[in-house]
């Protein structure tokens, strides 16, 4: 988050051809099978770049910004080493671990003065945004160039690892200390938040209310200067320095503060990466469960913007079942709660450690709970993050800024070991290999299938592939299971993990439906066991689509099993897609040029054999920010709010629900409301506004539609009244 100034793979009997030996995952593991666009099997490494390893000294006390750094470890607001060249210099012991993607810190130029009185403050996390158009000379080199970042983007592409750079798009630096705000231009200044000519800034107060979505978005944010996406050349800068990114073949971007961000330029921001080349964009939308007042915004948002959530909801309730000793009814009800909310579940990114929470074992020092935790996580639904050093068990119960133990800046300790024999660090790696190897995984459903407050087990499939988990998180109790079912085939199959987390055996025999009963057995204390099947299809079978929203002309990835190697079509309806590239498991293609709106597309192999379809949602054009106002709308009462909907799907074609129409817009100068919206570029759109009351019911405003021509470029607004 941001950072505020204040300081055998199977067994099972009888062996069968469809079973992988042994030998096949070792190899998946060395050279993974890596999509464009398609994420759901990665397992991301996340790193604090200057807490990781120290590569290149010449960049620890830079001219640029001078006495930051310590070297003995002890300020924790200070520069410690960490840098590019160090990643890449731990690249064997990352992909040992069998991660496939790595997130760094925002590695853009940051402010270049001591924020602290006393001490250091210094932006040793990268959040203090300077000069998004340079490198940070802490973490490259003298001269703020590409070419330690370049280095490390080639290392990882070799090993066919992909790289995450983590962008802040919602601010500068603190408004308050060093720099004041001030942001440059490739080294040319801009604007800072004491001398803003041309409006780059909000100038508001720090959010009070973070359940006000109109704080959220224009507010300032822990005192840092917040940038104006509206305006043109903020608009234009931020797109710019994504796209540089980009040039510089980055892979994906963990977007910071995606809640505190203009919601519907992010909008044109996921369409501008989208368009310059294949990636996969995740936003931080920090909620503290699927109670959260915005929690159906979270959901609108990721359905809609083409930027998938960090699944923070799950977050608060693997740390309270696991590491606080809350029954499994907390987990069990949050997955089921997103999974019915969120088109795409499988692309949240899931976590229970991070830069901005204490880390797991300050909330409790037990190695069998993180592990069990971290079992759930790399064989569950979303793409799962490790959290730098937790494999080597790190952690520090200093109070911090908050108060409380082992906070920020304490959960970013120095990386002090690269041990690859610990528990952590083998569970990690067989589970990695996993989800590379069985696409019930990366793919597949949840389904719940045996619960008590201690023990949870849980099936994933996708078509014929099965995995089954059972987690016993008890430290004393063993457990009777009975009358439990599986998707797994009649067999025998030993624990994939191969006892190392104390699990077992399981007998499956043929059922019916789906539901094959497996024998009574005794999960043992804090044990995990991993049971699985995979076959290799047999028709094709689709896991996945990405970017899932797109104008035509946009690349698009679908991937899965099962496609064959020689080409098929990929149908819009009744038009085809032309295809850029086939195989067995991927296939990429050009959206064609059809109308508007929601599509199910259609994979069928050389042969005509149809696949599954999947949801993709095709745009009328590239997107532009327009400003919406409307004055004088019809009077509202508390849970009523007003919306914009209109004549394509960038406008919700004239839906009149929450989750259909756009907005709620925004109402600081009540009876007017205002709301940024992405609209396709050079189209005229017909528009209303309506007022969804709290029961449900619509009043539409009177009169003609209001007619807009949205610009090919830059950024557009539009000031009406409302019809009566």
């Known amino acids: 988050m941001a950072e505020h100034s204040k300081a055998p793979i199977f067994c099972c009997a009888p062996r069968a051809r469809h079973f992988f030996p042994i030998l096949a995952i070792a190899m998946l593991v060395a050279s993974p099978v890596i999509h464009a666009q398609d994420f759901k099997k990665q397992v991301i490494y996340q790193v604090v770049t200057d807490r990781f390893f120290d590569g290149d000294t010449t960049n620890d006390n830079p001219a640029e ?273 997103e999974n019915a909310n969120f088109t795409y579940p499988n692309d949240l990114v899931t976590f229970f450690d991070s830069q901005d929470e204490s880390r797991f074992l300050t909330l409790n020092n037990n190695q069998n709970r993180l592990q069990e935790a971290m079992a759930f996580l790399l064989t569950g639904r979303g793409i799962p993050i490790i959290f730098y050093g937790d494999e080597q068990y790190l952690f520090n119960n200093t109070n911090g800024s908050d108060g409380n133990p082992g906070t920020d800046p304490y959960n970013r300790v120095w990386m002090s070991s690269f041990s690859t024999t610990t528990n952590a660090y083998k569970l990690i790696t067989k589970l990695a290999a996993l989800r590379q190897a069985n696409d019930a995984v990366g793919y597949g459903t949840w389904k719940q299938r045996w619960i008590n407050s201690d023990v949870y087990i849980f099936e994933r499939q996708f078509f014929n592939d099965v995995v089954l988990v059972a987690i016993n998180k008890n430290d004393s109790n063993t457990y009777s299971i009975t009358s439990l079912n599986t998707a797994l085939p009649a067999g025998t199959y030993t624990d994939y993990l191969g006892g190392l987390q104390g699990g077992n055996s399981l007998t499956v025999t043929a059922g019916s439906g789906g539901n094959n009963p497996a024998g009574n057995y005794t999960i043992g204390a804090h044990s995990v066991s991993v049971w699985q099947y995979q076959v290799n299809a047999t028709a094709p079978e689709v896991g996945s689509i990405g970017p899932h929203v797109g104008q035509p002309g946009m690349t698009v990835t679908i991937a899965g099993d099962g496609f064959g190697t020689a080409t098929g079509t990929v149908l819009f309806g009744s038009t085809a897609a032309t295809i850029q590239s086939w195989s067995n498991s991927s296939v990429t293609f050009t959206v064609p040029n059809v109308t508007n709106g929601a599509y199910n597309v259609q994979l069928k192999t050389s042969g005509g054999v149809a696949a599954n379809t999947i949801a993709f949602t095709v745009l009328t054009a590239k997107l532009i920010p327009v400003t919406f106002t409307v004055n004088n709308a019809n009077p509202t009462n508390t849970g009523d709010y007003i919306f914009v909907t209109g004549s394509t799907v960038e406008l919700g074609n004239w839906g009149t629900t929450f989750q259909a129409a756009i907005g709620p817009m925004l109402d600081p100068s009540y009876p007017n409301w205002f709301l940024n919206v992405s609209l396709p570029a050079g189209q005229n759109v017909q528009f209303k506004f309506i007022d969804i009351q709290a029961n449900g019911n619509v009043v539409w405003e009177n009169g003609s539609n209001h007619s807009y021509t949205v610009p090919t470029s830059g950024t557009g607004s539009v000031n009406v009244s409302w019809q009566y």
Do not use: C
């Open 65 to 337: 910004s001078p006495g930051l750094f310590d070297s003995t470890h002890t300020q924790w607001q200070a520069y410690w080493g960490g840098d590019l060249a160090g990643v890449q210099q731990q690249l064997s012991y990352i992909k040992g671990m069998g991660a496939t993607a790595i997130w760094i810190s925002p590695p853009i130029n940051n402010e270049n003065l001591n924020a602290a009185s006393s001490g250091i403050s210094a932006p040793y996390h990268g959040y203090w945004n300077r000069d998004f158009m340079q490198i940070e000379e802490h973490f490259g080199d003298n001269s703020n160039s590409f070419s330690a970042f370049d280095s490390l983007v080639s290392a990882m592409h070799t090993d066919g690892m992909k790289l995450i750079v983590d962008e802040a798009n919602n601010h500068s630096n603190p408004d308050n200390a060093g720099e004041i705000g001030s942001l440059y231009n490739n080294g040319t200044f801009m604007a800072a938040a004491n001398n803003d000519p041309n409006g780059y800034f909000h100038h508001n107060p720090d959010i009070s209310n973070f359940s006000d979505r109109y704080q959220l978005q224009y507010y300032t944010l822990e005192d840092l200067t917040d940038l104006n996406q509206e305006n043109a050349t903020i608009d234009s800068y931020l797109k710019g320095a994504a796209a540089q990114l980009q040039t510089h073949h980055v892979d994906a971007f963990r977007l910071d503060a995606v809640k505190d961000v203009t919601w519907g330029w992010q909008y044109s921001f996921a369409n501008a990466v989208f368009n310059n080349a294949p990636s996969f964009l995740y936003g931080e939308w920090d909620q503290g469960s699927t109670s959260d007042p915005l929690y159906p915004d979270s959901y609108k948002f990721a359905n809609n913007s083409g930027i998938s959530l960090l699944d923070f909801p799950l977050n608060t309730a693997i740390r309270d079942v696991f590491a606080s000793n809350n029954a499994f009814s907390e987990v069990d009800g949050t997955i089921n709660t």
